[in-house]
């Protein structure tokens, strides 16, 4: 008997986070370790009628490819690939990992070069969604492997998993309703300013000017569990959109590698400065890819405080109530920004400790909490 709360979980995904209609083509993807939650979402996608696509693809593969595949093998885009994103209404990926660190020992210039050339599907993929052509959503299925780089047990992990998602709640949909208004307010304020300014005791200061640019309400739709409101930086701004320099609190990781003291400085919207304490190679590689991977495509601020704790996957991470991140690459099209890259890669700084975030001069966080009545966590 499968655990109650994946049947939860696959309802919540299919009737909310995707609203999957009879006679829609929906790509369901995940490794076979994900059984579990791969059944329960075929059921509930079949009972809605809707026309499946499964993709079941062990995790080994990647490693294969990559220690075997030919420089041409690296750049192939598929037609079929790009056929598939062309026709697909619904995405469903699971991100289910049998070993996180299977891919620590890579060549990153091969993944680099394997990233740039996928660009076209990652461009395509954006777009459909940023029309509202394709559906998206992703959630993480509880393993060994996650746990034991969360430092908990498995049941230790499967019970953060699904709180951080309120599937412990009777009505998970009602709880992500509820967030959608807190967050909305966080979205109304910011729409139409100019300029974000984060400031944090480990001497991050990063301006980005926000200006003309769309903010996003995350909840639930796309990440699951989602709770951060975001946009893009305009890199057409007289100043370049982005500027100053900020250290990440925790490891950035990537391809289940994980970079440890990351330290970036922005320059009219680009990476001009980028160190690290460990694995900084593998950081200038990907920050090296493409030309777009050197600029900023995403801001956001975390508002789930129900997670509290790094857990080293960005899917919950990215989310800490009290943070913000900055993803260098491509940016989300519905944001406004539209830089290109084979990268999107989030990287995440701690406020809860003498952090500040500015809008246009005013303080609206302090210590990782919103000054504001009725905004998350406040």
Known sequence: MRDPRLDKLAAVLVEYSTAVRPGQLVRLSGSPVAEPLLEALYEKLIQAGANVR??????????????????AQLAY??????EELRTLDVSIGLWAETNTKALSNVDPKRQGQASSARKPLFKLFMERAARGELKWTGTLFPTQASAQDAEM???EYEDFVFAAG??????PVAEWKKIHARQQRVVEYLQGKREVRFRAANGTDLRVNVEGMTWINCSGRENFPDGEVFTGPNLKAPDGGVNGTVRFSFPAVHHGREVEGVELTFERGRVTGAKAAKNEKFLLEMLDQDEGARNLGEIAIGTNYQITRFTKNTLFDEKIGGTFHAAVGAGYPESGN?????????MVCDLREGGTIEVDGETIGKDGRFVFEGWPGA
């Open 338 to 346: 539209t830089n290109e890259s084979g990268l999107h890669w989030d």
């Open 166 to 171: 309120h599937l412990d709640k009777p009505d």
């Open 77 to 82: 885009v598929s037609p079929l690939d790009l």
């Open 54 to 71: 499964v993709r079941c693809t062990p995790d080994a593969f990647d490693e294969i490819f990559f220690k075997h595949a030919s420089a």
């Open 153 to 155: 047990s498995l049941r």
